[in-house]
């Protein structure tokens, strides 16, 4: 199937709020209360991720920086996407596959790029299709299929 991806939320985020700065809400720049075009952000965010996106009847990847906040309760770092704090705690529930890709470093310095699939203490990640944890970041490695292989899940038209 087809693949639609989001290179990050942040640009999304960004392009809403200026959109909504110069055209849809177009007030004095230097004003004071910039705040009120976060909120066209916000919704533009809410209304993609929650309610086109899933619809979509391909694969939808929505790429997004790492945000870092203190749990109040355990009084360590929690590490998800950066996208605004109402909506953050949501994603997970409309995207079952939650990765997370990142580098380390092999014996002679070489950058190794992997893919976290399951959860650990400092990052959140899920995966619903059991996706290998640690892979190189390569579909058929991560999902442990052979090229060429039938789909994972069955597609419906």
Request: proline share 8%.
């Amino acid at each position: 199937p087809a693949t639609f991806v989001i290179d990050t939320a942040d640009s999304l985020a960004f392009a809403a709020r200026k959109r909504d700065e110069y055209k849809d809400n177009p007030g004095d720049w230097r004003t004071k209360k910039a705040l009120q075009w976060h909120g066209a952000a916000h919704r533009a965010l809410e209304e993609l991720l929650f309610g086109r996106l899933p619809s979509l009847p391909c694969n939808v990847a929505v790429c997004c920086h790492i945000d870092e906040d203190k749990d109040e309760r355990d009084g360590v770092m929690v590490r998800n996407p950066d996208l605004p704090k109402s909506i953050r705690g949501r994603v997970s529930g409309k995207f079952e596959e939650y990765w997370r890709t990142y580098c380390t470093f092999g014996m002679q310095g070489e950058v190794i790029w992997k893919v976290q699939t399951s959860p650990n203490p400092g990052y959140h990640a899920n995966s619903a299709i059991r996706a290998v944890d640690g892979a190189e970041p390569d579909f058929n490695t991560i999902t442990g299929r052979q090229t060429g292989a039938p789909p994972l899940l069955p597609v419906t038209k």
